[in-house]
């Protein structure tokens, strides 16, 4: 068990994930019905939560195109979030996620354990139109942030998102369900979102999100303690261009490498 586990979170880690752990079935109890990993693999024993790390200037993304010779000014918004961002910040993320789990997959069913993996989220737009019509809440089949906190990687944020201690919320994630029987990951027990001594998540937000009144504001939050109007979100930000916005507010785990200038040969210790 041990050599199995080990394996496939080195396995996720070294094809591209930036945090990888392990849950248990019965941590999906609460989940709902039709929507638990045993409703879709009957044998399920674990389920593997993964996430990939957005780049930093994929979502700070303000002062690009500034001066470009090809964009002009009154587009400059429009282009930099329904293609810069939707595409490096999203499209592209989500589809290393969705390679990730299909080969994790086929590793364990190699392994002679059936397994199940579900796309990172609704990506194009025909999917995304067939969603609408057929699942008018557009709830995820399977929910992957669920599959992160109860997989140690983080907690729900006030901005409805996982908030990882590395990365903050500027992560994005998909999960693999299998008959393996893994060790799982210790639980967070300590809080990681700043929750409302901080609230700019909801306070950046045009009016999408809003708080739920019966959660408590000092617990560890298992489950989402806001809820997102959906549409309200789609049609804000067409005209706010705040797509992202409430990731990259969030103080918790914000990266800004330091520039290190290259030694001289002088400067250098090559002892």
Known sequence: MQDLTTEVLDFVKNNG????????????????????????????????????????????????????????????????????YRQTGYAMVNNLLDMLALRLANLLESRGYRSIYFPATYGTKAIWNFVNTYIPSRAGLFSQRHAAVRAGLGEFGLNNMVVTPEYGPRIRFNSVITEAELIPSPLLTEKVCLGERCSLCLQECPGAMSRREDVAPDIFWYDTPTRTDTDACVRLSLTQHCLGRCMKVCPVGARRPARQATASPAQRDDR
């Open 17 to 84: 994930a930036s945090l990888a752990g392990v849950a248990s079935a019965d941590r999906f109890d609460d989940l709902p019905t039709g929507h638990r990993p045993h409703d879709f693999l009957p044998a399920v024993a674990s389920v593997i939560g993964f996430g990939v790390a957005l780049l930093h200037q994929s979502l700070y993304w303000e002062d690009h195109l500034r001066d470009s010779e090809y964009v002009s000014p009154e587009n400059r918004a429009d282009v930099l979030q329904n293609y810069f």
